[in-house]
């Protein structure tokens, strides 16, 4: 009888420890998040266990089926936005997870709900400056979404601008509830280094949570009335100009020189009245003619003089005529 009992407590004393070293601690602080309508659930690692462990995840969206989405995977997270699972931007989600180690699985343990709109962080979006004179413009780009976009999100977006001098950040400046995405930031110091930081607000009954601020962007102002782009744009077309005309020269030197020094030989009725044409850079009424009278040595120069011989000939040849007439006349 004494052996029967001791035999029923060993055997109580044993069955219960065996079932719960059956049984993996859960993982810790299960949360799902999103960042610029992305989701991503994250964990900690069951207590006290590290190593050869890996991890099991679901979806569940508010009304719908669970969803499995990571299988298997040892990091500790997942984000589920590239799994091919639709995400809707104005749904609620839970994410779940659970750690496997051998034949060993936890409990699953599930995260908070998350409403995509009302929740996801809008992360910083991207801002430039150009500074014209004593005015630097403000260019902001909305960040990008991995479902959707802002604008479709949210119906109502604004920014803050906070700038300041370079070094005094404590006395920075902030202008409010601006609408446009290019905003000209007037009255500032010449020749003086600021710095700009944007965020985008949106509706606080829509989002609970700020936007982030971007990285401070710095410009320098100028002197009163200087437009540095001017000088940028000057300097481009007068190297265009020049690099055209240099092109044009190579590509057509032959006929400009032949354009200038023509090879073609004048009729004969042109070069007769050229033989009695007397003509002077000096005096139009007595002089040495700078072309000979001869036709023979005409004909003989070279193919330079002649050109530049007939060409003249051929411009003032009227002009003498005519005065010869004149001259007749009286």
Sequence with gaps: MSALVLLLLTSTAVGPSTVV?????????????????????????????????????????????????????????????????TIFQFARYTGAVRAVSGSRSSNWVYSNNLT???????????????????????????????????????????YSIIYWKEGQKEQ????????????????????????????????PGRNRSPGQLSDPVCESTTNEGAAPWVEGVVVFVTMAATVAMVVLGVVYHKRIKHFFCPKDRLPAHFIEVSMHVCVSQQDMGTCEPECSHDLENHQQTNATSEASCLHTSMVMAPSTLQLQKLSRSE
């Design 116 to 158: 995509m709109d009302e929740h996801t962080i809008i992360g910083p979006p991207a801002v430039s400056l150009v500074s014209s004179g004593v005015d630097i413009e403000v260019s902001i780009t909305d960040p990008v979404f991995s479902i959707s976009e802002l604008r479709r999100v949210y119906s109502t977006i604004t």
């Design 21 to 85: 070293s059956e049984v993996l601690g859960s993982p810790r602080n299960v949360s799902l998040t999103s960042y610029n309508m992305n989701l991503v659930l994250r964990w900690e690692p069951p207590e006290g266990i590290t190593d050869n462990v890996i991890y099991t995840t679901q979806l569940k969206p508010s009304g719908g089926q669970i969803k499995e989405a990571c299988v298997n995977v040892s990091t500790l997270q997942c984000d589920i936005t590239n799994l091919g699972i």
């Design 172 to 203: 920075a400046k902030n202008i409010s509830k601006i609408q446009q995405n290019r905003v000209s930031l007037s009255g500032l110091d010449p020749t003086t280094k600021y710095c700009v930081q944007v965020r985008v607000d949106v509706d």
